[in-house]
């Protein structure tokens, strides 16, 4: 019953975090948002026919509480992902798709590992298209969430828009368009917005089906990814060594430097390799912190968290990327005995940094560069190696700083 109790009450808090409360019935929020959508250049047939009569996704919420990018260590995350299995299904799928990987690479500057890769972690290579366990309408899944007024709710709701404009122009109906509960579109998984700004029809049959089409979907992600400033020929990063007594304060992504600048401070290639290029501009990323795996991003890093924003995200797909071509694993162990705070201690742990003038973000309990930052100064002002990782024990001492 304790255990019962425990889980009910982590769901609640967890809800409250995800969701605001919506302010209407999910009837009269239907009736409602026509006014919204029709100003964005939905028609009222186009509305009446894949709005009226729908009824909300019941598993949305539990859906959204529930992402791992923002509750698991990142080492499992990553490994769950990039599977033996994986890497070999891959290794098949691109062989079977070498001739259409390649065309697409060549035309719009992707790297066809990239792309896979993408394509492996989204749907393990098109596999789960079929399975409606993962993939429904999304109308009705993007309408619950605008409906409960999730975090991202402006996301949300352009995408809603986005969905019915891409039935509106067709040739996918509503109950046609399928994806993600949260709305991603295909074997690639793009969210709406960006299929109606980057669809690409790349089978050249005069439409964009992401679904059915895995030319339509490697397309239309190689255009997104270009549109959002990836470099052709660039690498997403290097893992690297650090020096003992290395200023982690350093290891910011607002400022990228030259690898050359970094080079200069001891940082050097992890197994002797060289870098090609000293002048690429990077910047140090030290996830979990100065005992774990460090790398030199590339700006190609950041492009992956612009196709989503979680860093566990941009990790698993750059080191599938790798396992693809037929690169190793890291070579620094990850630091496995880390305790890690639970959702109401790492809200906590942003209250405190508020309380200590050094955070200004939300307090929502997921942990991301913005906390981590802000952990790192307060760890230097304490003499401590200023690497931002935040643990358990990061917890305890905020909390005594703060005075709570």
Do not use: C
């Not at 037929?326 to 620094?332: D, L, S």
């Amino acid at each position: 019953m304790q255990r019962h109790l425990a889980f009910v009450v982590a769901f609640i808090g967890l809800t409250s975090a995800a969701f605001a409360q919506p302010t209407e019935s999910f009837e009269s929020f239907i009736k409602n948002f026509e006014a919204t959508a029709v100003a964005a250049g939905v028609t009222h047939e186009t509305y009446a026919k894949a709005m009226y009569g729908l009824q909300p996704d019941p598993n949305v919420p539990a859906l959204v509480t529930a992402q791992p990018e923002f509750t698991t260590p990142l080492w499992e995350y990553i490994e769950k992902r990039v599977t033996d299995w994986r890497i070999g299904k891959g290794k098949e799928a691109i062989a079977e798709n070498k001739a259409l990987l390649t065309a697409t690479g060549q035309k719009y500057g992707v790297d066809p590992y990239l792309l896979a890769s993408i394509w492996g972690i989204e749907t393990n290579y098109g596999r789960v298209l079929s399975d409606p366990q993962y993939i429904r309408p999304i109308i009705p899944s993007l309408a619950t969430l605008v409906h409960q007024r999730r975090v991202r709710l402006e996301g949300d709701t352009a995408d809603l828009i986005a969905a019915l404009l891409l039935v509106q122009r067709g040739p996918l109906d509503a109950t046609q368009l399928v994806g993600s509960w949260a709305g991603a579109i295909g074997h690639l998984q793009v969210n709406p917005s960006n299929v109606l700004k980057y669809g690409t029809d790349g089978d050249g049959d005069g439409a964009v089906d992401l679904q059915n089409s895995l030319a339509d979907a490697l397309a239309t992600s190689a255009v997104y990814i270009i549109g959002l400033g990836y470099k052709p020929g660039l690498d997403w990063g290097y893992e690297v060594d650090v020096p003992d007594g290395f200023d982690y304060l350093l290891a910011t992504r607002d400022q990228l430097r030259p690898i050359s600048f970094f080079t200069g401070l001891g940082v050097k290639r992890v197994g002797g390799t060289a870098f090609s290029d000293p002048s690429i501009p990077v910047f140090l990323y030290a996830p979990t912190g100065a005992k774990g795996p460090k790398f030199l991003m590339t700006n190609n890093y950041l492009i992956l968290k612009g196709y989503n924003f979680s860093d566990s995200y941009a990790m698993a797909i750059s080191h599938l990327e790798d396992r693809l071509q037929g690169r190793g694993e890291y070579i620094t162990a990850w630091p496995r005995d880390t305790e890690f705070p639970n959702l109401e201690q790492r809200r906590a742990i942003q209250e405190a940094l508020i309380k200590l003038g050094l955070y200004e973000g939300l307090v929502d309990g997921r942990i991301g560069p913005v906390s981590q930052a802000a952990y790192a100064k307060f760890q230097a002002s304490k003499g401590e190696v200023a690497d931002g990782f935040i643990t358990l024990h990061s917890y305890e001492e905020l909390v005594a700083a703060a005075g709570r």
